[in-house]
């Protein structure tokens, strides 16, 4: 298995890093996108664990996003940067498609997101209408808004992410969840605060432009798409709010599998260990798999 570290240049300072993974070369293309206080570790290990080295074992080409600050992209997050979802979706995300379009124009696209990159891969759909959509679309624990009525969301979403996080954006100017220990990456105060105002009940509405997602959405046919979350993921991804995502998106072609020993896998898996637990690779990545065959 080869891997390398590639960096796409924004401007003189600001740079994405993706990382490449593969056996061989010319199969499908797979374009992976982390969610927040996160980066693209979440889908692969140097020593060649996790999702994206076992499609790369399957035949597919792997590219890991990081989000800009995030990861080794470049400069990382501090009190003085900008970034924010709105950037991220006009900006970095369409710079990162173009680029792999133009290294691969001959090769059909996969797209696969954690959590809420999941909502920005949907956002980069509504915003550019684009010409070349993925073939497919494979989300883990993604949901936009969080209204399932449980004690985790009262401490994760309530008191930590609209609240404390708030405390800790304005003592620092910047989220440092790495820091504290809830997350494993930082986010922008921006990017924070609008995250904030989409998780919660009404239109999906930008914050910063106001343009209507939602809406944009229902003007464009959507790839099929296969939603997964766990059984154990009692908020950040919960089956509740995955199928409102569902709904919201008003996708014919969308699948939701709930991830958990009723199903007939090997455990009941939570937010993150539905991508890292070591028998993953032998439970339902191999489902993944089978059904990204059928759509590529």
């Known amino acids: 298995m080869q891997q390398e570290s590639l960096f796409l240049n924004l401007s003189s300072v600001t740079a994405l890093h993706l990382r490449h993974i593969w056996i061989q070369q010319g199969g ?27 499609l790369a074992k399957a035949g597919y080409e792997v590219y890991v996003s990081d989000l800009g600050g995030r990861g080794r992209s470049s400069p990382p997050i501090h009190s003085r940067h900008t970034y924010s979802q709105t950037s991220a979706i006009c900006q970095e995300l369409p710079a990162v498609h173009n680029w792999l379009r133009q290294r691969h124009p001959k090769q059909p696209q996969v797209w696969i997101a954690h959590s809420w990159g999941g909502v920005l891969f949907f956002a980069l759909m509504a915003r550019q209408m684009l010409n070349a959509q993925p073939k497919a679309v ?93 059984v154990k993921d009692r908020c950040l991804g919960h089956g509740e709010d995955v199928q409102r995502f569902i709904a919201e998106l008003a996708h014919p072609g969308a699948e939701f599998h709930l991830i958990g020993k009723q199903g007939g896998y090997k455990h009941d898996y939570d937010h993150i260990d539905l991508l890292t637990h070591q028998d993953a690779p032998a439970d339902h990545f191999k489902f993944v798999l089978r059904w990204l065959a059928a759509q590529v």
């Open 28 to 54: 499908p293309i797979v374009w992976m996108l982390h969610g927040a206080i996160e980066n693209g570790k979440i889908f692969y290990t140097e020593q060649g664990k996790g999702l994206a080295c076992f």
């Open 138 to 230: 494979v989300c883990f624990g993604t949901k936009r808004s969080v209204l399932v009525k449980n004690f985790d969301r009262l401490i994760l979403i309530e008191a930590v992410w609209k609240r404390f996080a708030y405390f800790l954006s304005a003592l620092y100017g910047y989220l440092p969840a790495r820091a504290w220990k809830f997350g494993s990456d930082n986010e922008s105060s921006l990017s924070h605060h609008q995250s904030v105002c989409w998780v919660k009940a009404g239109p999906w509405i930008d914050p910063e432009d106001q343009f209507d997602y939602g809406q944009a959405l229902k003007e464009i046919d959507l790839p099929p798409a296969l939603f997964l979350t766990g």
